[in-house]
């Protein structure tokens, strides 16, 4: 009896033991230790193919255009205006001359490493660094710039360049999606979507020539020479100005189509220059009270208020008065619209234009010649 007893108690003890240590090392396993806390069930959505975007998702064109738009900044030696005066010199000291740094966004259009940008964004600019999305850098040169159109083309010598593809902005309609590219506020690439809000916009007080595409895609300081690009990632404009109280995007966004930019980029590589048509004349917006004072029958065109002596426009016969309806067939009906279709026309070839003069209809063919820069022009 004595020795179940010792038995027992020795099992007892053995088991005591194991409790012990047991409900010290895992207390789960005895429904010991701290408290469980309570878990939340959650439902995981089955991983994507990394072939099949989101619906809806513009990811594949910012993939395929972002990585051909570049961050531009530039910088330039601006003196203190007054610095020269001895009196100023003798108040404030040598002020001599400061560094002026500017941001803004360009486009990769060819492997050559030219790139599209605003003529604002590198205009009195002593050097230029782009800056790639792969972080890689170097200098650009100015090939040419368009200030009518505040276009410019840069150069940049690296290798293995992204290139963006060309887009058709004359196929583009309002309410189309759009994406907008660039380096905003200098925080680094950017991509902001929306729809096309308007097209043709004009007489903004931009540009000489204005036919904006229109967006309500998110364009902000810095954005500008950036890219305006389908949702499948095909260039359609470079991102130029916004309409804005507060510096900021409003929702009123304008890019530069690129059919514009395109004839400008091939003008100043293989000429140096865009080339336009010029017929010396000054137009003006038809009124019930301009047709009335010129005589002139007609409630619709563009009336020319001057006409400058031996220029084209003069040769061909007309006159201060005239009413001009069309061009090459194409109506002009706004200002805007006659300096394109002038602009338009290859000096030195003939081209028909329809006039109003009093009660008459006349067909005058006119010789444009080449449209002075914009430093020396006084006519259109």
Excluded at 365 to 370: D, F, N, Q
Aim: hydrophobic share 40%.
């Amino acid at each position: 009896m004595k020795r179940l007893w010792l038995l027992f108690s020795q099992a007892v003890t053995v088991c005591l033991a194991a409790y012990f240590v047991v409900a010290t090392l895992q207390p789960d396993w005895v429904g010991r230790g701290a408290p469980q806390r309570p878990t939340v069930t959650l439902l995981q959505a089955p991983a994507a193919e990394p072939e099949q975007p989101v619906a809806g998702s513009f990811s594949a064109a910012a993939r395929k255009a972002a990585p051909a738009v570049v961050s531009i900044t530039t910088s330039k030696e601006v003196r203190q205006p007054r610095s020269s005066d001895p009196w100023f010199r003798f108040f404030f000291g040598d002020q001599g001359t400061r560094s002026q740094t500017g941001l803004g966004s360009g486009v990769i259009i060819s492997h050559d490493g030219y790139i599209l940008t605003n003529n604002h964004v590198v205009e009195g600019a002593d050097e230029i660094e782009v800056t790639l999305s792969d972080s890689r850098r170097a200098s650009a040169s100015v090939i040419g710039t368009d200030p009518e159109t505040d276009l410019a083309i840069l150069k940049i010598t690296l290798d293995k360049l992204p290139v963006i593809t060309l887009g058709n902005s004359d196929q583009l309609s309002v309410g189309d999606q759009v994406l907008a590219i660039g380096n905003p506020f200098g925080v680094g690439q950017t991509v902001t979507s929306g729809i096309v809000s308007a097209l043709g916009r004009s007489e903004l007080g931009i540009n000489t020539f204005e036919n904006f595409i229109q967006t309500d895609a998110a364009i902000n300081p810095g954005n500008s020479g950036g890219a305006l690009v389908d949702v499948q990632g095909n260039l359609l404009g470079i991102n130029t100005a916004i309409y804005s109280r507060s510096g900021g995007s409003m929702g009123i966004g304008f890019a530069i189509p690129v059919a514009t930019a395109r004839l400008v980029l091939e003008g100043i590589v293989r000429d140096g220059q865009v080339t336009r048509g010029w017929i010396g004349v000054e137009p003006g917006e038809l009124s019930p009270e301009l047709a009335q004072t010129f005589g002139v029958h007609a409630s619709e065109g563009v009336i020319i208020t001057g006409v400058l002596q031996g220029g084209p426009a003069a040769q061909a016969g007309i006159r201060p008065g005239d009413v001009i309806m069309e061009v090459g067939g194409t109506p002009t009906q706004s200002v805007s619209q006659l300096l394109s279709a002038v602009a338009a026309l290859k000096p030195g070839h003939e081209a028909a234009f329809a006039v109003q003069r009093g009660d008459q209809r006349l067909d005058v063919t006119v010789v444009p010649g080449t449209r002075p820069p914009l430093r020396r022009r006084q006519q259109r």
